[in-house]
């Protein structure tokens, strides 16, 4: 099946890099391209002479097709819903080429052109090495409405500090990093008192600086326009995991703020905001309360991470609560933007 051609304007075209065939059944049925950081992904369309004539292409983000790969979507999806998609069209002939030429597809888009549903990348008859590790990605934030210069500090800080703790924690499960380093992430939580707003900040600066400069958070770009973007560069299975986190404060922000509230509330109560040794002085009814309330708090942002923090505060009850509530802070910080319409992850 090949695109109508417009007459009143030629259709754009473009060069793509092969980078292997997922699926294939005597003939090639889905493969995968690639030009700069975006990927396409090329599904055989449907034939009369018994053989491929032409693929339908979808452009896709690594943030969208690493999903793909870890199954949270199927191929179908990469088609009908992938936000920001458009289509494009290559010839069979083009197959076995290391650079392809496409051309922009501007006919209308019928069921049968599209893959069946329920097809998951556990299909595929090759591997993509690629996108089955972890993945350094370019994330770009597409921003809106009127910036000050503190606000992108502001914002790029709190995402920054989220990074941290999110690649720290994923570091101690890891057995591929040294005893060593997961040491240092241990001393960053047990060397805190978190006395007070001044120890967080050290907490999440040395959870940052105990990171590979390779591995760190990197603001590369700010676009400042109405609209204009921030690019920033790191690994994109966190990434993924705080667009989760941020999504989450926005759509269960009441939720949130209650089970916040109602830990920093008795907390303030019974003092121990701002004790050093919150340990000696805790009586067992207090700290049930707390456990308990650090546990709701963690749980309403997503994340399963009591014990562990628990354990790495060497089992400091009141250390864990308020570590709890600086990732809420930081958290709802960062998430502000996104609700307000200035920050959004798709445009």
Not at 128 to 144: G, K, P, Q, V
């Amino acid at each position: 099946m090949m695109p109508t051609k417009s007459k009143a304007k030629k259709s754009k075209t473009k060069n793509l890099s092969f980078e292997t065939v997922l699926f294939e059944f005597i003939e090639p049925i889905v493969i995968l391209y690639k030009s700069g950081r975006t990927y396409f992904v090329a599904s055989a369309l449907p034939s009369e002479v018994g053989y491929v004539e032409g693929y339908l292409l979808v452009s896709v983000t690594p943030k969208l097709l690493k999903r793909y790969f870890r199954e949270e979507n199927d191929l179908r999806f990469l088609f009908v819903s992938a936000p920001n998609r458009n289509f494009w069209w290559m010839p069979a002939d083009e197959i076995g080429n290391s650079t392809v030429k496409v051309r922009e597809f501007r006919s209308e888009i019928t069921d049968d052109m599209l893959p069946d549903a329920q097809f998951f990348s556990s299909s595929h008859t090759h591997s993509y090495r690629e996108m089955e590790t972890t993945y350094s990605a370019l994330e770009t934030l597409f921003i809106d409405g009127n910036w000050e210069m503190e606000d992108f500090g502001s914002f790029s800080r709190k995402y920054r500090d989220l990074y941290a703790f999110e690649e720290s924690i994923n570091k101690l499960s890891s057995s591929t990093i040294s005893e060593g380093e997961k040491d240092k992430i241990g001393k960053a939580f047990k060397g805190q008192t978190l006395q007070g707003g001044g120890s967080y900040v050290k907490l999440f600066s040395e959870l940052l600086e105990n990171l590979p400069k390779a591995e760190r958070y990197d603001l590369k770009r700010v676009e400042y326009a109405s609209p204009g973007r921030i690019e920033l560069q790191g690994k994109g299975e966190v990434f993924d995991a705080l667009e989760e986190r941020i999504k989450n404060m926005v759509f269960n922000s009441q939720a949130l703020h209650n089970a916040y509230w109602k830990l920093r509330q008795f907390m303030s109560e019974a003092k121990l905001l701002d004790i050093s040794s919150p340990e000696t002085t805790l009586n067992q009814e207090a700290r049930i309360r707390v456990e308990t309330d650090t546990k709701s708090l963690f749980h309403e942002l997503g994340l399963d991470l009591y014990r562990t923090v628990f354990d790495l505060t060497g089992s400091n009850v009141v250390s864990t609560a308020k570590i709890s509530m600086a990732i809420y802070r930081r958290t709802k910080q960062a998430a502000a933007y996104f609700a307000e319409g200035r920050v959004a992850y798709e445009r």
